[in-house]
């Protein structure tokens, strides 16, 4: 994988930015070095913060955790349990996890009632999605250069030994997410490789580093120029099989209203509509809750594809 430093990336250096553009054209995703940057190293610090709010909420009594049930695609925030995702192979999830709203963490909107834990950590959990989404504006902001967009195109104006299938293998529906894990057992799955067990590749964590996963949506906006990556979780290999696995990801999604319309390149990077070929139209959350209802394993297929 890949392995591209923040620090090169905030001093604008343009051998860094091109080999971040052909990690996310070729794989869907690269390892973010947060060493030797100063707001890097501080996002790198919020995470061990992260992981215990998110240990503390998931080790509270299952009947609390029901009162704040995910249910999607219509409450994408909340408590997730295991065993509840079902693939077409009849294999079930083992991953629970609690989803924090990003409007509610930063209070754009009304407070949400969350989990103790949550509740009494609301400052730290703040800085933490402001220097997350910091990370992923600049991230951006390369690609948006790398392919001749309009500025500000796709980045916001700045403001502030049986193996065992955990997650089965899928493509995240947004633009892009921020994983970070301290155990081994995502894989992910090379471009244009076959889907067979044995060739997929365990991720190793890395101190200091962030795993970057390119999304659906950024597939969709450029016309395949950019790669979703296929990933999945598995039991963690050797010894870190018997550890609890935890994990924290900051997923960045369009907003609601946000049409899923085919970018326009300054430079070619993202082919044209053909004469007589009719663009997406539909509404970002019109067109996630038709991949949540369509056929899983064709719209994995289409959001992986690529050029």
Known sequence: MSRISFKNLQSNNSNESARLFDACRDQGHFLLDLKDSNNGETLSN???????????????DRKILN???????????????SRTLQTPNGRIDSIKLFAISQDDA???????????????????????FEHAHG?????HFHLDRSMGLAPVLCTRPKSVKEEFVTLNNHTDIGSITLLFTVCGGLQVLGAGIENIDANWRYVRPEPGCVIILIGDTMVEWTAGALRASLHRVVTAPGKQAAATRLGLGYFLRPSH??????????????PML???????????????????????TAAVEAASKGM
């Open 46 to 60: 919020e995470e061990g913060s992260m992981m215990d709010v998110g240990r503390e909420t998931l080790d509270l």
């Open 67 to 81: 009162t704040f049930m995910y249910k999607p695609p219509k409450r994408m925030v909340g408590y997730k349990p």
């Open 106 to 128: 930063v209070r754009n909107k009304r407070p949400l009632t969350n989990p103790q834990p949550i509740e009494q950590d609301r400052d730290n959990i703040k800085s933490f």
């Open 135 to 139: 990370a992923l504006d600049l991230i």
């Open 257 to 270: 209203t946000t049409r899923m319309s085919r970018l326009v390149s300054g430079n070619g990077t993202i």
């Open 274 to 296: 053909a004469p007589g070929e009719v663009g997406e139209e539909r509404s970002v959350t019109e067109w996630a809750h038709w991949k949540a209802n369509g056929d899983v």
